[in-house]
T-cell receptor, first 110, second 112 residues
Framework: RKEVEQDPGPFNVPEGATVAFNCTYS??????FFWYRQDCRKEPKLLMSVYSSGNEDGRFTAQLNRASQYISLLIRDSKLSDSATYLCVVPTSGTYKYIFGTGTRLKVLA | DGGITQSPKYLFRKEGQNVTLSCEQNLNHDAMYWYRQDPGQGLRLIYY???????QKGDIAEGYSVSREKKESFPLTVTSAQKNPTAFYLC???????????FGPGTRLTVL
């Protein structure tokens, strides 16, 4: 099993739709989790951090399910500008290394 | 404005040449990282440094070297021993373990 796993997509959704991505992780001792957004040929930018059960910021909600070892990202009322790749990132326990998922591509269609 | 700067944005190199990519941060972060991203791929860790004068190999360190003489700076040298150096190189930093990582804008290296 990969340490951090994401469905690569692409997820093609119409404007205004709600879309959710999941990210599974293998290390049950992981304490913090991050969702980053990466636009084509640009650097990843932090979207949300998750330290406990979840986090919400406007149209974006992240949920953590420790029992099943996954985090989810929910985007409500999708905008064209939400089109990007969403990276799930999990710091390792006891080291300074971070494990990146390969990303989920989202395309919001007009 | 606090942040991470990388230079140059685009770099072209002939085969057999070494090249050094710059990364500077003014966030007062202890930890700094170099990642490589190939088209359609995830980020792969090259080297990281937890503190000045100390660094560790990541998953794909062969053909690369780094130094960490100052807290603000973590340059990466791509040597001629790196077989497929054409890629997008990203520098990142964070304050401590488990903290948010912040990224520089990246350097796109092309070997001709």
């Amino acid at each position: 099993r990969k340490e951090v796993e994401q469905d690569p997509g692409p997820f093609n959704v119409p404007e205004g739709a709600t879309v959710a991505f999941n990210c599974t992780y293998s290390n049950s001792a992981s304490q913090s989790f991050f969702w980053y957004r990466q636009d084509c040929r640009k650097e990843p930018k932090l979207l949300m951090s998750v330290y406990s059960s979840g986090n919400e910021d406007g149209r974006f909600t992240a949920q953590l399910n420790r029992a099943s070892q996954y985090i989810s990202l929910l985007i409500r009322d999708s905008k064209l500008s939400d089109s990007a790749t969403y990276l799930c990132v999990v710091p390792t326990s006891g080291t300074y290394k971070y494990i990146f998922g390969t990303g989920t591509r989202l395309k919001v269609l007009a | 404005d606090g942040g991470i700067t990388q230079s140059p944005k685009y770099l072209f190199r002939k085969e057999g040449q070494n090249v050094t990519l710059s990364c500077e941060q003014n966030l007062n972060h202890d930890a700094m990282y170099w990642y490589r991203q190939d088209p359609g791929q995830g980020l792969r860790l090259i080297y990281y440094s937890q503190i000045v004068n100390d660094f560790q190999k990541g998953d794909i360190a062969e053909g690369y070297s780094v130094s960490r003489e100052k807290k603000e700076s973590f340059p990466l040298t791509v040597t001629s021993a790196q077989k497929n150096p054409t890629a997008f190189y990203l520098c990142a930093s964070n304050r401590d373990r488990q903290d948010t990582q912040y990224f520089g804008p990246g350097t796109r290296l092309t070997v001709l």
